[in-house]
């Protein structure tokens, strides 16, 4: 099953180095360590959010609210420091944090207590959470102006010559490696995700398991939030406006099946980065950027495609197996 | 606390008793019908206006006929996220063809043909490659849009001919608009098919255990297959209602309606599960969203804070019947 996964990975590692090989014959320049870091950077916020969906699916329920949570939290922290200029950036990540948490507690409530699917409750707060975004701010823009230049500069400021956006989704991706393969909390995800039947006869609260992973989806959409607004120095209701299908599209091309229990924190990476080169490259080879949309749904397509024929050929091993046995 | 629902309790007959029709799940909506109905005529004057009424039911035609389809599509257990993108896509073509200079009827032609080749397109990586709906889905809705955004960019096509102007802003009768009747015949059409015929009934033995089904007989590959075709055709006449209302055609057309339909279909009682829902549920939580958006937008309310509404709503109308079965300790 490792050896299995490390497969997949490894062929997605692959399809990463064409791609940027590709590009780099059309522009040489693009290949540079120092662009592939930009690349890297401009790819983070993707990646993390990419990251909280996939625990998410990882246990057979998906969150469509998280572009929404981020727009929501996004407008929270950009009021706050405008109102507040001397309010410590690291305290308002927290504040990012918790807001994105109680945002993902309810969807994870709605789930664990109420047996809704996590479709239908995601839906639904996908609406409410940016409608409440306009009640909030009255459908007014905070603006690059009205921001600190801590709040603009702190994830910008290069740290060993990387910026600390970077360190951020780095440190993300380390927290959620351990997660995954170091805690019984990820043992329990991919359990759930795999039969959750057999999971409750292990003594694995499946009810509870989910509201735990929709916590930790909310406060990555909330850590995003903040991310994406001192980024892109715009606080508005229309922030991220339709991005959770591009986070889940991170996903999938990452090889994470929809149908839960398959997937790992590398292969969330590689499909958000496979995603952020196409963006970053259309315009350098004079590409028109209208193509992305079509290329990221082929490539989406190209993913299913092929992770449906290596799962089914996992299948066939096991029956062989069991013959064998017999 | 598992995922695995509970067997489902399927009637030989479809005829229930009265009392159960009370309890029903239709019965609720009709009742958050009126009240919203009632409220509305209370909050503002012009709200009780034949042809306040007859605008209010633009709100909810176009997504309500992709609705029907959608509903079937939910029962046999799949989903489509695309049809937003097909009608950007079927939009886009009929665009193109009115700048070859193409009349009325091979626009209308053209909007049907394309949807229904994008559901089909759909359904063949769905049934023949045997891959979840909600991923390929999600793959051909940019991949529609995506096309729309290549061919148009950031131009927009306008000149459609005037007789086209009939399917979106033409009325009938008085204020009963050609799309109102169009959504009602489509209703009765749907409500036959999915309850009065024994393809009807497949989609329901599909939804509930297709391996069940595939051993009874049921080609459920091929009934799949159709209702993703059903959803691209419906998805393809919505277009032609659209591109006609608006008389111009951009690629961000119908931005956002998967969603919208997807909770239409929720809120009118389908499950997301699959196996269970019906088109008088669809039809009446149509109403409801188009009352509600209507209503609030007499009290000069935002889009955006409607939307609050609908998603509280969805939630609400799904969660209550929950709570209430666990306060009366279950049945």
Request: aromatic residues 10%.
């Amino acid at each position: 099953m490792k050896a299995f996964l490390k497969y997949r990975e490894i062929w997605l590692l692959a399809a990463t180095v064409v791609l940027i090989g590709l590009i780099s014959t059309r522009f040489p320049a693009f290949a540079d360590p120092g662009n592939l870091r930009q690349v890297f950077n401009d790819t983070s916020i993707l990646m993390i959010l990419a990251l909280g969906q996939m625990v998410v699916i990882l246990t057979r329920s998906i969150d469509l609210s998280m572009a929404s949570n981020l727009c929501f939290t996004g407008m929270v922290v950009a009021m706050l420091n405008a109102a507040h200029p001397a309010i410590p950036i690291p305290l308002l990540i927290v504040i990012a944090l918790v807001v994105g948490l109680v945002l993902g507690a309810i969807n994870g409530l709605l789930v664990w207590r109420l047996n809704i699917p996590s479709i239908v409750v995601t839906l639904g707060t996908l609406t409410i959470y940016r409608g409440a975004t306009f009640v909030l701010s009255g459908g007014a823009w905070v603006n690059a102006d009205k921001m600190s230049p801590d709040f603009i500069g702190f994830q910008r400021a290069a740290f060993l010559g990387i910026p600390v956006l970077s360190w951020i989704a780095i440190l993300v991706i380390a927290l959620f490696f351990v997660l995954m393969t170091r805690t019984a909390l990820g043992r329990s995800i991919y359990a759930i995700g795999v039969n959750p039947t057999a999971s409750v006869y292990a003594g694995i609260d499946v009810g509870r398991t989910k509201f735990i992973v929709f916590c930790i989806s909310g406060m990555i959409g909330g850590l995003s939030g903040y991310l994406w607004i001192s980024r892109y120095v715009i606080a508005s209701v229309e922030v991220a406006n339709g991005y959770e299908l591009n986070i889940i599209a991170a996903c999938v091309i990452g090889g994470i099946s929809i149908a839960g229990g398959i997937g790992s924190v590398g292969g969330a990476v590689l499909g958000a980065l496979f995603l952020g080169i196409i963006s970053n490259a259309l315009p350098v080879i004079n590409i028109s950027p209208f193509w992305q949309m079509a290329i990221s749904g082929s490539a989406i397509i190209l993913a299913v495609v092929l992770n449906a024929r290596s799962e089914r050929q996992q299948g066939r091993i096991i029956l062989r197996k069991v013959e064998a046995v017999t | 606390m598992t995922e695995i629902p509970a067997p489902r309790h399927i009637p030989d007959r479809l005829d229930k008793p009265l009392s159960s029709a009370i309890f029903s799940w239709e019965a609720l909506l009709v009742v958050v019908a009126v009240a919203i109905f009632a409220i509305n005529s209370f909050s503002s004057p012009y709200f009780l206006d034949p042809y306040s009424l007859s605008d209010l039911t633009f709100n909810f035609t176009e997504k309500g006929l992709i609705a029907f389809a959608m509903a079937l599509l939910i029962i046999s257990g799949e989903i489509d996220l695309s049809v937003a993108a097909i009608i950007a896509l079927a939009s886009t073509m009929m665009g193109m063809a009115v700048q070859a200079g193409a009349g009325t009827p091979v626009l209308v032609l053209i909007g049907i043909v394309v949807g229904l080749g994008c559901g089909a397109f759909n359904g063949l990586l769905v049934t023949r490659l045997g891959l979840p709906s909600i991923v390929v889905t999600i793959g051909t809705m940019s991949l529609f849009r995506g096309i729309a955004f290549i061919i148009l960019g950031d131009q927009a096509y306008k000149g459609y001919p005037e007789s086209f102007t009939f399917f979106g802003q033409g009325y009938v009768w008085w204020v009963v608009s050609f799309e109102l009747v169009l959504f009602l015949i489509a209703a009765i059409v749907y409500w036959l098919v999915l309850h009065r015929t024994s393809f009807g009934r497949r989609v329901f033995a599909i939804g509930n255990n297709p391996v069940a089904a595939q051993f009874s007989g049921v080609r459920v590959s091929r009934i799949k297959f159709i209702l993703f075709c059903l959803t691209g055709l419906m998805s393809g006449i919505a277009s032609v209602l659209i591109t006609s209302r608006l008389g111009s055609t951009r690629p961000s057309i119908a931005q956002g309606y998967e969603l919208e339909v997807i909770t239409m279909v929720v809120l009118g009682g389908v499950s997301i599960l699959g196996g269970a829902g019906s088109i008088l549920g669809v039809v009446l939580a149509a109403f409801i969203m188009g009352l509600v958006t209507f209503g609030l937008g007499l009290l000069n309310v935002p889009g955006i804070v409607m939307s609050i509404f609908i998603g509280l709503l969805l939630i609400i109308v799904i969660a209550l019947p929950i709570v209430w079965r666990r306060l009366h300790g279950g049945r």
